[in-house]
């Protein structure tokens, strides 16, 4: 069974970079698969941040891209996210998740960790 | 970017009912969409790939439809488990993922 688990500090202060790593067992990140991040600050919608591929290229969300930087270690099969220049409107749950890259699958989140709740705040 | 629009944004219905909700693209995505149930504190579901793929373990009771930038999810006869949020999401190789706003359906 894939599971995947996040975790980082729950309280960042403006102007510093967010930083989440989700650790992943059950499957290996090198055999495959895109590895996302995506976020839903408190009452609303999802919003996705980017992936990564288990070979390490990466696409973001445009309205984040300048912000964001995600990265793999395969050798400790966990994926993080690094999000600079935090302000208030980043505060969220971040989710990480594996997305498929085959088939009628492609594109779909079909496995996701619990979420961790980031707050940003002085 | 591609924008998802869903509607209603809350739906009432009662246990037994047929419910549909809608989800619109700002350009076409072929069927590459999806349907998500999420309850409060808990990760997104999976329910539905592909825009009318049912995912594995997932009741017959849920289907969806469509292609282009119109797509549904309908839910034959609401069970009491099915109050929740649900969210629509595309998938775009060049201009990435997003998804729909979201649904909240309550009990009425």
């Known amino acids: 069974q894939v599971q995947l688990q996040e975790s980082g500090p729950g309280l960042v202060k403006p102007s510093e970079t967010l930083s989440l790593t989700c650790a992943v067992s059950?499957?290996?990140?090198?055999?495959?698969?895109?590895w996302g991040w995506i976020r839903q600050p408190p009452g609303k919608g999802l919003e996705w941040i980017g992936s990564?591929?288990?070979?390490?290229?990466?696409y973001y969300n445009p309205s984040l891209k300048s912000r964001v930087t995600i990265s793999v270690d395969t050798s400790k099969n966990q994926f993080s996210l690094k999000l600079s220049s935090v302000t208030a409107a980043d505060t969220a749950v971040y989710y990480c998740?594996?997305?498929?890259?085959?088939?009628?699958?492609?594109?779909?989140?079909?496995?996701w960790g619990q979420g961790t709740l980031v707050t940003v705040s002085s | 970017d591609i924008q998802m629009t869903q509607s209603p944004s809350t739906l009432s219905a009662s246990v037994g009912d047929r419910v549909t909700i809608t989800c619109r693209a700002s350009q076409s995505i072929s069927s590459w969409l999806a349907w998500y149930q999420q309850k409060p504190g808990k990760a997104p579901k999976l329910l539905i790939y592909?825009?009318?793929s049912l995912e594995s373990g997932v009741p017959s009771r849920f289907s969806g439809s469509g292609s282009g930038t119109e797509f549904t999810l309908t839910i034959s006869s609401l069970q009491p488990d099915d109050f929740a949020t649900y969210y629509c999401q595309q998938y775009n190789s060049y201009l990435g993922i997003t998804f729909g706003q979201g649904t909240r359906l309550e009990i009425k």
């Open positions: 998740a594996r997305q498929c890259d085959y088939g009628d699958y492609e594109g779909v989140f079909d496995y």
């Open positions: 059950g499957y290996s990140i090198s055999s495959g698969y895109y």
């Open positions: 592909k825009a009318s």
């Open positions: 990564i591929y288990h070979s390490g290229s990466t």
